[in-house]
């Protein structure tokens, strides 16, 4: 399979210019800070924009799109946003990944649900920059008043006597204009959008279809060898001896060899965990080879680490003193201790791998005069820096081609398997390709956090929480990565730890929640929608007070509700604050469409829960089964979405789709556990993922909505645990407050 290359500068207008005379914009996107500057470099000249757009005579329109493509759709619906405003023809866009080229392309990274939010207003304002520098370049070559002048679709007309001049056809004139300054341009009104709030089918599907499509496993560059690497199963552990003379033996094993292990950015957490590394003419020799090595490992100080030993550390640490205080509204702790009928509960989330259907992979060519990396990582501009870091090299000599990817969910944020293919590249001398196998994927994650949380709470004579208590123990991420100015300070370590369970929309006028980390050598990091695991503890815990004060649990919520209040984040006070007007709405969308209150067959259960993360407000009901055995079948799952503004309503809902399928293996089967500091799971027989057969109807309502659009590759996820074991509490009245589901619990005599 060939290779898909992003082209450099230079060789984007050599493209153009043998199809004949091309109209190259650069633009000014002000949100990133920069001025406009020169828009040539001299010999030859070149454009030098922030982002580039491309229009030849055959009136093909190029986008390159900064943000990588795991899923998530930015090549569609970024496009989008620049046809709207340019008022060009769907038919003729073109997508292209942007270079790595980080002086000019500011958001060659993906992460928080940020693709959308970061693109909406500077490609808008492109597209705009754009159609008027068309309509200028047809009123001159018309010799009419520009005013007389309107683009469409892929056109430009003058209006009194109904002539028009395709985008192709005014080219030429088109590159002799001077560039027209974005900001003073305004943008179109929601309701003239012709693409935007419109289903559009995704551009990456036909490639994806017929196997054209270049994902990172995919790559092919001349004169390739392939390795693997066999690591210390024990984190933490080191290797002590290795007999590799079978592994030499093998057919096709062109090198065998140590690789050391790497520090994190930082000097301690997120490094890579070295072993012996594997070369070969293919895979499958490399694979070959690393089954033949005889290897002995020393496990490390933390060798005894388990599951077991873990719990019990957090569940000291859920009563311990906390190490940060975040929320101390009121007296909460005094009318616990004073309150007639006080509820109390603990809840329970393990590890969980990223588990990415394509598994970690890059390939590395280390040359006297640079390298170059094709990977598909979740941050181009990281990987250079991290290549940069390690290899001594300035960033002009380090070309990271981004290719498409097979999932991420956090994972491709990290460096170890970029940083391991450089080492293995650099001993080589040649191009090589790293492959990590599924084993390999589930055993040296980094994975979400274990999260104990011990909740109280007070209800009024009214059946009102009058106080609500949160410890929230966890193996903190920011703990692991240890940053040397931040790790004495309890306010980072328990940033992203109590994210989301800071920002409590119901009303409680005594509100405590507090943190104290753990220690664990098991590697984590984030993980899909990071407040996950906050969601299913508060959202589990609302839905018990509410029968605990015999009310319903849509309608609790609701009664719990302010009409139109704003709730500021604690740990992330720069970030949009909570709308209960929004959180409302989206509880009622959902509980009406789902029709809430309806009777069920004997043995199903209908449970509720409601999220905001990245801007997004998001309600799952869930109606489930429980059979005499446990075994829970989650039948269907009824979402109501405000995202703001959805662009591709097709892309909100896949999105929607997507995280619901996806939190479900965490529900139902998914769990990494510790022994002697080593992963037991091996591959999916183990670690099982959800089914097929398993996917539930779902059905996703979008909240009309003109406001800028807001996150939505990650909201999905937090809101789905809670519904589905709430869900499940209503067919059974047994509480799962630990996931995965136990279904022992579950079963009936």
């Not at 984007?12 to 990133?32: D, H, I």
């Not at 929608?529 to 018990?544: H, P």
Request: one cysteine or more; charged letters at 20%; a neutral charge.
């Amino acid at each position: 399979m060939p290779v898909q290359v992003e082209v450099n500068r230079r060789e984007f207008l050599k493209a153009g210019a043998s199809s004949g005379a091309a109209f190259v914009l650069g633009f000014y996107l002000p949100v990133r800070g920069k001025t406009e500057e020169s828009l040539y470099d001299s010999q030859p000249q070149i454009f030098k924009p922030n982002a580039w757009v491309r229009i030849t005579p055959d009136n093909q329109i190029t986008l390159l799109v900064e943000q990588p493509e795991m899923g998530q759709g930015p090549r569609t619906v970024v496009p989008m946003m620049l046809a709207e405003e340019l008022e060009a023809d769907w038919a003729t866009i073109r997508v292209e990944q942007a270079p790595t080229i980080p002086e000019i392309y500011k958001n060659l990274i993906t992460g928080g649900s940020g693709c959308v939010r970061s693109a909406w207003g500077s490609v808008r304002k492109v597209g705009a920059q754009a159609r008027e520098m068309l309509i200028t370049a047809g009123a001159k070559q018309w010799g009419v008043d520009k005013s007389l002048c309107r683009a469409e679709n892929g056109n430009v007309i003058y209006l009194p006597a109904g002539r028009r001049l395709s985008y192709g056809e005014l080219v030429e004139t088109a590159s002799q204009i001077p560039p027209i300054a974005a900001d003073d341009l305004p943008l179109k009104a929601p309701k003239n959008f012709r693409y935007i709030g419109k289903p559009i089918l995704r551009t990456d599907i036909p490639s994806k279809v017929d196997g054209s499509a270049v994902f990172g496993i995919d790559i092919r560059v001349p004169g390739m060898l392939y390795a693997v690497i066999a690591r210390c199963p024990h984190f933490g552990g080191v290797l002590k001896t290795c007999d590799d003379s079978a592994a030499k033996a093998i057919p096709g094993v062109r090198a065998v060899f140590r690789v050391a292990p790497l520090p994190g950015p930082d000097g301690k957490g997120g490094g890579t965990a070295g072993g012996v590394a594997v070369v070969g003419e293919s895979t499958w020799a490399a694979l070959q080879g690393r089954k033949a090595l005889k290897l002995t490992w020393d496990k490390g100080p933390t060798g005894d680490e388990s599951t077991d030993s873990l719990r019990k550390r957090l569940q000291e640490q859920a009563i311990a003193t906390p190490s940060f205080v975040a929320v101390n509204q009121g007296d909460a702790l005094k009318q616990l201790a004073e309150a007639a009928k006080k509820i109390e509960a603990v809840y329970e989330t393990p590890f969980q791998a990223h588990a990415t259907m394509e598994p970690m992979n890059t390939t590395v060519d280390v040359r006297d005069d640079g390298v170059e990396v094709w990977s598909p990582t979740q941050g181009a501009t990281l990987t250079q820096e991290d290549i940069v870091r390690i290899s001594g090299l300035p960033a002009s000599k380090v070309t990271v081609h981004m290719t498409l990817s097979g999932g991420s969910f956090g994972r491709r944020g990290q460096w170890d398997y970029q940083a391991e293919t450089w080492q293995v590249a650099k001993e080589m001398k040649k191009p090589v390709q790293l492959l990590w196998t599924r084993d390999d994927d589930l055993q040296h994650d980094f994975y979400r956090q274990y999260a104990y949380q011990r909740l109280s709470a007070a209800l009024d004579e009214n059946g009102g929480i009058l106080a609500w208590s949160q410890r929230i123990a966890s193996t903190s991420v920011h703990a692991y990565y240890a940053i040397p100015d931040k790790i004495k300070d309890p306010r980072y370590i328990a940033a992203l730890e109590l994210g989301g369970a800071d920002v409590l929309p119901y009303s409680v006028p005594n509100f405590r929640l507090d943190y104290l980390s753990a220690e664990s050598p098991v590697p984590r990091a984030w993980w899909r929608s990071v407040t996950n695991f906050t969601a299913f503890a508060m959202e589990s815990f609302v839905d018990e007070l509410a029968h605990a004060a015999g009310k319903d649990p849509c309608q609790f919520r609701l009664s719990l509700l302010p009409e139109n209040q704003k709730v500021t984040s604690v740990m992330w006070p720069d970030g949009k604050p909570l709308d209960t007007r929004k959180f409302r709405t989206v509880l009622q969308l959902a509980a009406d469409k789902a029709g809430w209150g309806k009777p069920l067959p004997a043995g199903w259960g209908r449970g509720i829960a409601c999220h905001f993360s990245f801007g997004s407000y998001i309600a799952h009901i869930a109606e489930v089964s429980v059979e005499k055995d446990g075994a829970v079948r989650v039948h269907r799952v009824v979402s109501a979405v405000d995202c703001g503004t959805a662009v591709n309503p097709d892309g909100v809902k896949a999105m929607t789709e997507g995280s619901i399928n996806f939190a479900l293996t965490e529900v139902l089967t998914g769990e990494i556990t510790i022994k002697n500091s080593a992963v037991e799971q091996s591959n999916f027989h183990d670690y099982q993922v959800l089914r097929m057969n398993q996917s539930p109807e779902i059905e996703v309502h979008i909240v009309p909505s003109t406001a800028n659009p807001e996150g939505m590759g990650e909201p999905g996820v937090p809101p789905l645990a809670p519904a589905v074991t709430n869900a499940v509490f209503a067919a059974t009245g047994v509480r799962i407050r630990r996931l995965p589901m136990d279904t022992r619990l579950l079963r009936k005599p």
